[in-house]
């Protein structure tokens, strides 16, 4: 027989499937530019594993304020400019309205996660129903228990300054956990905390990048026996954790409504008007989105703000001055007062320009093609706003690496003379389009509060190294990884800038009780005890 034909056919199959292989992972001359590929893998072996925004910040000098990178044939775009957020993001809203799918979180939360959801019908209904809770107007219903839980977070950072970090995180949880669910968390040690972040911990250590095997790139990974793939135990694990934890939340509020308790929670009217229908899974997606959108984003807002506070004496200094001659001390400074402190409004303006709690934003899918600046942005790119990179940028900001809150005074942005500004606000850390944060009005009505109290009661300063009797400089610079990050453990030394300061403290934290009492009826006996006894 004649082998050549053969020989000629087979090296022809072969030949058109090396030059298509060679083709994935290649970079389309319309697609925006950057860093070099490489035949099938793309820019995957380059893709940074942790800190990704500080990778995109320097690419995004190299290429650009929009990028591309190449994931086998899977395009990835990145977004380092105001202006760009504008055009793709803002303005052609439906078209990255979408979320890229990913089987891991879909194995968690069957899809009807609201962060995570899909541009779908339950991603619409959820939406709407919080869009419509958390409006300007309805936050300012939620004040009270916001103010007495920031009196109470001063209580705990005078009295135990020590644990600034876990009452932080027990403010921010308490006020979401209260405006959705009716129920506080009074102290740092309250079970519910411990189980929520323990199922937060699991989950976020799911979603870190590179911490899994590239599922929804190599799908056929999937389908790995469950013995020798982990994540598998791991998705049913967090699945269960979330179960337990918010059916937990929907059974007490159903008891409060067939008992007459309601105490006006957001989730007794979801389940009294059946605001997101009979659809359990989409009602205890849309639980977790509020309660973890809410807790850490505010939580390391809250970090970053002690953090920089005792990096910068200076700062406080011109804080102090001008909330003494506003507020003075015998009250305690109200949202109204915000407006006359621009001092204070400039400080937290600087928090949230040089530690955006989400550096690279949560990512956008594109549904319709779109061409930006010439380039083609395909359907399928998965689109990130690198937020850490727009606050950053050495063409907008001077010295955009240090901590200095005057450059708001002088500017609005916070720009130098004759930046373009075009495209920027003071709102980048919340992203944008029709995913934009949700909880953003309740999340301002927190960081103004707390600012304002912060700066109005404590001095912070480095903590003393008892070995030296030296201040232990902070590093502001010392920053976890994650989709959030936050910053690392650090010691600071914080008191009340006087007597009358203090008792005024203790004095809130008792005329707040009644304000509490509203949301301690399911507590067990030992929290209910603490609650009432703190600041007795
Ligand atoms: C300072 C605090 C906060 C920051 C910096 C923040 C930041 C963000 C960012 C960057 C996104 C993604 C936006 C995008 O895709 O472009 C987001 C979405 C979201 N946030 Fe926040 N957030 C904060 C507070 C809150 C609070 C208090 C809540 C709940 C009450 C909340 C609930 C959500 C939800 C549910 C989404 C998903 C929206 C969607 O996909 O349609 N966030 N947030």
Redesign the pocket.
């Known amino acids: 027989m004649d082998l050549v034909p053969i020989t000629i056919v087979l090296g022809s199959i072969v030949a058109i499937t090396v030059m298509r292989l060679m083709r994935i992972g290649k970079r389309p001359p319309s697609f925006p530019p950057g860093p070099p590929t490489t035949p099938v893998l793309g820019n995957l072996l380059m893709f940074p594993r942790e800190n990704a925004y500080l990778k995109f910040t320097q690419w995004a000098r190299e290429f650009g304020g929009m990028f591309s990178l190449m994931m086998f044939d899977n395009p990835i775009v990145v977004i380092s400019d105001p202006r760009l957020v504008k055009e793709l993001?803002e303005k052609k809203g439906g078209s990255v309205a979408d979320?890229p799918h990913s089987h891991l979180i879909n194995m968690v939360t069957e899809g009807k996660y609201?962060?995570?959801?899909r541009y779908s019908n339950d991603?619409r209904t959820a939406?709407t129903m919080?869009q419509k809770a958390?409006t300007k107007e309805a936050c300012l219903e939620y004040l009270p228990i916001m103010q007495a839980e920031a009196i109470q977070l001063l209580f705990n950072m005078m009295t135990t300054p020590d644990n600034f970090f876990p009452d932080t995180t027990r403010f921010a949880y308490s006020v979401?956990a209260t405006?959705l669910t009716g129920t506080r968390a009074p102290s740092s040690e309250s079970p519910i905390l411990k189980k929520f972040f323990h199922m937060i911990e699991e989950w976020s250590g799911l979603l870190e990048p590179g911490s899994q095997p590239p599922l929804d790139l190599i799908p056929v990974l999937k389908y790995i026996p469950a013995r020798w793939a982990k994540w598998k135990d791991l998705c049913a694990d967090i699945r269960r954790q979330q179960y337990e934890l918010y059916d937990g939340f929907v059974t007490m509020c159903e008891k409060r409504i067939a008992n007459n308790l309601r105490n006006g929670s957001l989730l007794e009217g979801v389940i009294a008007d059946q605001k997101l229908g009979n659809d359990r899974v989409l009602i205890r997606g849309t639980i977790g989105?509020?309660l973890e959108?809410?807790t850490d984003?505010?939580s390391l807002?809250l970090k970053s703000l002690i953090l920089m506070l005792t990096s910068s004496p200076d700062a406080q200094t011109k804080a102090h001055k001008e909330i003494d001659a506003v507020v003075g001390s015998d009250r305690l400074p109200t949202l109204s007062d915000f407006n006359d402190l621009p001092y204070c409004q400039a400080i937290m303006k600087e928090v949230l320009r040089i530690r955006?709690?989400?550096p690279i934003?949560?990512p956008?899918n594109v549904t319709k093609e779109e061409v930006i600046d010439g380039y083609v942005i395909p359907v399928g790119s998965t689109v990130f706003?690198n937020?850490f990179g727009i606050l950053h940028d050495p063409e907008a900001y001077d010295d955009p690496d240090l901590f200095i809150p005057d450059r708001f005074i002088t500017s609005q942005f916070g720009t130098k003379p004759g930046a373009n500004v075009e495209g920027r606000g003071n709102e980048t850390?919340?992203?944008?389009?029709?995913?934009?944060?949700?909880?953003?009005n309740?999340?301002n009505n927190?960081?103004i509060t707390n600012t304002m109290n912060f700066l109005w009661a404590f001095d912070f300063k480095p903590a003393n190294d008892p070995a030296t009797g030296r201040p232990i400089p902070v590093d502001i610079n010392n920053y976890s990884e994650g989709i959030a990050t936050s910053p690392r453990p650090f010691k600071c030394d914080i008191r009340p800038r006087s007597p009358t300061h203090a008792a005024l403290i203790r004095k809130e934290l008792l005329a707040a009780r009644p304000i509490f009492e509203r949301y301690e009826h399911e507590l067990s006996p030992e929290e209910a005890q603490y609650a009432v006894g703190l600041g007795a």
């Open positions: 993001i979320r609201l962060t995570f959801a991603w939406r919080l958390l979401a405006v989105a509020f959108g809410g984003t505010t807002f955006p709690m989400v934003g949560v956008h706003m937020q850390h919340f992203g944008a389009g029709r995913r934009v944060c949700v909880g953003m309740l999340a927190a960081m």
